[in-house]
Antibody, heavy 120, light 107 residues
Framework: QVQLRESGPGLVKPSETLSLTCTVS????????WNWIRQPPGKGLEWIGY???????IYNPSLKSRVTMSVDTSKNQFSLTLTSVTAADTAVYYC??????????????WGQGALVSVSS | DIQMSQSPSSLSASVGDRVTITCRAS??????LAWFQQKPGEAPKSLIY???SLQSGVPSKFSGSGSGTDFTLTISRLQPEDFATYYC?????????FGGGTKVEIK
């Protein structure tokens, strides 16, 4: 059974960098799409971007200039950094595992989510 | 970006009812459409992918249909555990985009 767990600071100051790590168990990082998705409190879902197993990344244009995603296959971890955060970046951040190259990026497995608040 | 419009935004239904939720894309997404269920305080859960394929472990009372721009999620025989918010997602084009959600409440 695939399990994902997000970890990282729950509070980030404005203009600083948000960093989250997703630890994957029960599956290998290789061969799948790995998405980050966020949800501001009381609002809908926003796709941030994905990393594909061969290092291919696609980011949401609305966040592209501030986002970096990477994978550490030795630790089976998937990471997100978001720079120059503002209050608008306050959200629950989910890491998700998508399908393979045939099925596509749609998230099949989700972490429990990590609430990150941006405040001084 | 492809805009995903869900309707209705909320609905009230009774246990045992059949419920249909619609998702419309601003341009064609082929069958790259997924549905998710989210309960308060929980992460979303995958229900349907490729418009009509049931995710492993999801009960058959959930079904999806459609292709191109118009899609539906149907829940037959609504049960108490089905009261939740449902989202559609297109993954045909970047950026991936979600519908605004449909909240299914108890009548």
């Amino acid at each position: 059974q695939v399990q994902l767990r997000e970890s990282g600071p729950g509070l980030v100051k404005p203009s600083e960098t948000l960093s989250l790590t997703c630890t994957v168990s029960g599956d290998s990082i290789s061969g799948y799409y790995w998405n980050w998705i966020r949800q501001p409190p009381g609002k809908g879902l926003e796709w941030i971007g994905y990393y594909f197993h061969n290092g291919y990344t696609i980011y949401n244009p609305s966040l592209k200039s501030r986002v970096t995603m990477s994978v550490d296959t030795s630790k089976n971890q998937f990471s997100l950094t978001l720079t120059s955060v503002t209050a608008a970046d306050t959200a629950v951040y989910y890491c998700t595992r998508g399908g393979n190259a045939i099925v596509g990026a749609t998230p099949f497995y989700w972490g429990q989510g990590a609430l990150v608040s941006v405040s001084s | 970006d492809i805009q995903m419009s869900q309707s209705p935004s909320s609905l009230s239904a009774s246990v045992g009812d059949r419920v249909t939720i619609t998702c419309r894309a601003s341009q064609g997404v082929s069958n790259y459409l997924a549905w998710f269920q989210q309960k308060p305080g929980e992460a979303p859960k995958s229900l349907i992918y490729a418009a009509s394929s049931l995710q492993s472990g999801v009960p058959s009372k959930f079904s999806g249909s459609g292709s191109g721009t118009d899609f539906t999620l149907t829940i037959s025989r609504l049960q108490p555990e089905d009261f939740a918010t449902y989202y559609c997602l297109q993954y045909n084009s970047y950026p991936l985009t979600f519908g605004g959600g449909t909240k299914v409440e108890i009548k």
